[in-house]
T-cell receptor, first 110, second 115 residues
Framework: GEDVEQSLFLSVREGDSSVINCTYT??????LYWYKQEPGAGLQLLTY?????DMKQDQRLTVLLNKKDKHLSLRIADTQTGDSAIYFC??????????FGTGTRLQVFP | DSGVTQTPKHLITATGQRVTLRCSPR?????VYWYQQSLDQGLQFLIQ???????AKGNILERFSAQQFPDLHSELNLSSLELGDSALYFC??????????????FGEGSRLTVL
């Protein structure tokens, strides 16, 4: 079946790197996504990676994909207090529903 | 601003009642998705419509129903409400099938509280 798992909490010091991990089960997923949800807001796409890629870098964000282990990670360099939010991993195919993880709440302290 | 509009933003009602949540997708998007976000269950997929037709169904209760109208807006109807239905209900839309990365654009959600 389709399942996406994430750890629930991560706490980091401002300026450090954050690494949020995710495992998924559906090997037929075409894309994997990272969404960010700030308090009282909807989900916003941060970045995505095509399933035949290993890595994608976008400014402070680095996404690593290990397709063999079905493991996805999001690294945020130089984490700032404004990065405090819930981060969701999701998998899916074009024009299909996305299956979301439970979300990882990132707390950044000074 | 994602371009997806949801109303109402907040709704408080009693058990046994019925409510309707409304969603207007981004201009030009044909697909609409409904998700439920509750504290203990993360983001659960409910149902997807594409150009007026139901395309996929997830963990949607029989007390819930949805439809997508010719103007592409969608409504989610929740009936015989129970305390456990209290949650944030998100609508999302996505673009055309071809040449697309599958990204969903989310509205800000409708927070339903059942007392």
């Amino acid at each position: 079946g389709e399942d996406v798992e994430q750890s629930l909490f991560l706490s980091v010091r401002e300026g450090d790197s954050s690494v949020i991990n995710c495992t998924y089960t559906d090997s037929s997923s075409t894309y994997l996504y990272w969404y960010k949800q700030e308090p009282g807001a909807g989900l916003q796409l941060l970045t995505y990676i095509f399933s035949n890629m290993d890595m994608k870098q976008d400014q402070r964000l680095t996404v690593l994909l290990n397709k063999k282990d079905k493991h996805l990670s999001l690294r945020i360099a130089d984490t700032q207090t404004g990065d405090s939010a819930i981060y969701f991993c999701a998998e899916g195919r074009v024009a299909d529903k996305l299956i979301f993880g439970t979300g990882t709440r990132l707390q950044v302290f000074p | 601003d994602s371009g997806v509009t949801q109303t109402p933003k907040h709704l408080i009602t009693a058990t046994g009642q019925r409510v309707t949540l409304r969603c207007s997708p981004r201009s030009g998007d044909l697909s609409v998705y409904w998700y439920q976000q509750s504290l203990d269950q993360g983001l659960q997929f409910l149902i997807q419509y594409y150009n007026g037709e139901e395309r996929a169904k997830g963990n949607i209760l029989e007390r819930f129903s949805a439809q997508q109208f010719p103007d592409l807006h969608s409504e989610l109807n929740l009936s015989s409400l129970e305390l456990g239905d209290s949650a944030l209900y998100f609508c999302a839309s996505s673009g055309p099938l071809e040449g697309h990365t599958g990204e969903l654009f989310f509205g800000e959600g409708s927070r339903l509280t059942v007392l």
